[in-house]
């Protein structure tokens, strides 16, 4: 039997990464799982043809379609249990590059529809759930560029640290997750090959992550084992932090 055998999982983007990992592992521990994609629909196909989740369409920058997702969950989903914040818009970007378009993109991919979709949570989820969001280490590793990505990241740890406080009464544990240099399609298209080789050597284990590495630790949280840590942030970066 899994671990999360009779569960319901609503992962955000799901189809490629971290994300992909993220839904693998929780099917593979028994639950029934629910991700979003925003263009990639071979990729979504793939993920559900061989996990059995279900993949909905839509952009986490628009309300209308989060609405739409979180509908979907309560009606497909056998119950509201596991919720990971996994989508985000990334780039890189430099102060004086930074426009209005930008900003509003991230702020509303990465901040409105986390703390939209913790809020649906703790309408919806049943007694004892688990709520994991992801973040990034550039958090506490500032890096030329990470402004709007970072700071977008920063106000998502301080809603896992609110929400585990006000979900607590009920046994839901709110938790971050925050990965270092993982070896995704993203991260080898925006970084140069010297700069994967000094990523891994700086890091203490001496490789970069890889998907599935993160997505052990979200699955940690989500399970029974999990129970007993909440408003944490687990940094899942192989010791690139000490």
Do not use: C, H
Request: net charge negative.
């Amino acid at each position: 039997m899994g671990t999360l055998d009779g569960k319901g999982a609503l992962v955000t983007g799901g189809s490629r990464g971290i994300g992909r990992a993220i839904v693998e592992r929780l099917a593979a521990d028994g639950a029934t799982v629910m991700f979003s994609f925003r263009s990639d629909e071979r990729a979504a196909e793939e993920v559900a043809t061989g996990t059995g989740a279900l993949a909905v369409r839509g952009d986490q920058g628009s309300a209308e379609d989060l609405r739409r997702l979180f509908a979907e969950a309560e009606k497909r989903l056998p119950s509201i249990d596991v919720l990971v914040n996994n989508a985000a818009e990334g780039g890189l970007a430099a102060l004086a590059d930074i426009t209005e378009e930008s900003f509003e993109r991230v702020m509303a991919v990465n901040v409105r529809a986390t703390l939209l979709a913790i809020q649906w949570a703790g309408r919806v989820m049943r007694d004892g759930g688990r709520i994991v969001n992801l973040s990034t280490v550039n958090t506490m590793v500032p890096a030329p560029g990470t402004m709007l990505y970072a700071g977008s990241k920063g106000a998502i740890e301080q809603f896992t640290k609110v929400a585990a406080r006000e979900l607590g009464g009920r046994g839901i544990t709110v938790n971050t997750v925050s990965p270092g240099a993982t070896d995704t399609d993203l991260l080898r298209s925006s970084n140069p090959p010297e700069a994967l080789e000094r990523s891994a050597a700086f890091t203490a284990l001496g490789r970069l992550g890889r998907p599935d590495d993160v997505a052990a630790v979200v699955a940690f949280l989500a399970g029974p084992d999990g129970r007993w840590m909440t408003g944490q942030n687990l940094l899942a970066s192989g010791g690139m932090l000490v």
